[in-house]
Nanobody
């Protein structure tokens, strides 16, 4: 059974940090890129960042560049999203997903697997 288990969300003040985790199982982790999406109420889903699990290529949306860092621990099939300098506009449900590639335009590509969301709330 394919699973992407997202965790690490919570409530934090503006300027604070959170680290999200996405634990993968049920598929060959090294064959996929893992990405993070977010969706705020009333807004379209946004691709935040992705990482190629085998080659380590990364991509960041302009809205998070310089504040968020994505990383992968292939030994435990887990991807992390370190979020620093959080802003109220980062408030959203964050989802992780698996696809076959990572790069500009990746978020427009159909994702093969999705995890459940984790809520991130940034207070002003």
């Amino acid at each position: 059974e394919v699973q992407l288990q997202a965790s690490g969300g919570g409530l934090v003040q503006a300027g604070g940090s959170l680290r999200l985790s996405c634990a993968a199982s049920g598929f060959t982790f090294d064959d996929y890129a893992i990405g993070w999406f977010r969706q705020a109420p009333g807004k379209e889903r946004e691709g935040v960042s992705c990482i190629g699990s085998s080659e380590g290529s990364t991509y960041y949306a302009d809205s998070v560049k310089g504040r968020f860092t994505i990383s992968s621990d292939n030994a435990i099939d887990t991807v992390y999203l370190q979020m620093n300098s959080l802003k109220p506009e980062d408030t959203a449900v964050y989802y992780c997903a698996a696809s076959l590639w990572c790069g500009r335009g990746w978020s427009l590509w159909p994702q093969d697997y999705w995890g459940q969301g984790t809520q991130v709330t940034v207070s002003s």
